[in-house]
């Protein structure tokens, strides 16, 4: 997120979140460190 | 969102360790891996639209393997010009050409000279007028400053290991008044230097 920001990217927030790995061969190590999918929605300001 | 690059990763051996994957994803999406590809995962796990999906050349989705979903965080507007980074063999790309129609432009850029080709042909395979697909690299974008509406990327910029550099980029070729619709992984936890030094977790 902090490096979305700063470049300079507004208004940035995550939207939504995905299991992507469920049933993978590294469903296991996604749950251990906590990787998700994800949504990230921001702006450049006008 | 993302972390940055440890000072000790072999930056270009990550290079093409990804390239390598991705390329083996456009020959073969059926073979062995470790992340999920294809229609099927998109729709059951990540909620695209299995109608819209099974409009496009099979080869495009078959080869699909992004982590989230671009298209479900805003509406593509007709008119609007879309950049697409790493945008692999077609899938997001193709379902933006259509949302932003005849008046606006989707623009594919990947550094997997095989995704690109597929990318290609399923764009002239729905004889997509408003597509163009450009070698290129999230770090050093083939395109114009300030020149695109919308900027979508799925699973990609986690694959990029100077992710400064990458959100630079995108700022660099955002109209003001532009937006980033980005579908990643995010980490919850902070990890350790040697975890992040580990090629084999940044590719699978």
Not at chain 1, 10 to 20: G, K, L, Q, R, S
Not at chain 2, 120 to 125: E, G, L, T, V
Not at chain 2, 169 to 177: D, S
């Amino acid at each position: 997120m902090n490096v979305v920001g700063a470049a300079g990217l507004t208004d940035v927030e995550v939207v939504a979140h995905f299991d992507c790995f469920q049933g993978t061969s590294k469903e296991h190590i996604a749950r251990k460190y906590g990787v998700r999918g994800a949504n990230l929605l921001a702006g450049r300001a006008r | 969102m993302a972390t940055s690059c440890p000072a000790g990763l072999d930056t270009r051996r990550l290079r093409d360790e990804v390239s390598f994957i991705y390329r083996r994803v456009a020959e073969d999406p059926h073979g062995d891996f470790h992340f999920h590809r294809g229609a099927h995962y998109a729709t059951e796990l990540l909620g695209y639209d299995a109608t819209e999906l099974a409009e496009l050349p099979p080869e495009s989705p078959a080869s699909f393997a992004g982590v989230a979903n671009p298209h479900a965080i805003a509406r593509l507007q007709p008119g609007e010009t879309v950049l697409d980074i790493g945008c692999g063999a077609g899938m997001d790309l193709l379902l933006a050409a259509r949302r932003v129609g005849q008046s606006g432009r989707a623009i594919g850029v990947d550094m997997t000279p095989a995704m690109a080709e597929r990318a290609r042909a399923s764009s002239q395979a729905m004889g997509l007028s408003n597509v163009e697909v450009r070698l290129g690299d999230a770090l050093e974008l083939p395109v114009d400053d300030e020149s695109v509406d919308v900027v979508i990327s799925n699973g990609v910029i986690n694959l990029v290991p100077d992710k400064e550099k990458a959100y630079a980029e995108i700022f660099r070729v955002l109209k003001p008044g532009g937006r980033l619709q980005l579908g990643d992984i995010i980490v919850a936890h902070e990890l350790s230097e040697a975890v992040r030094n580990n090629i084999d977790l940044w590719t699978g």
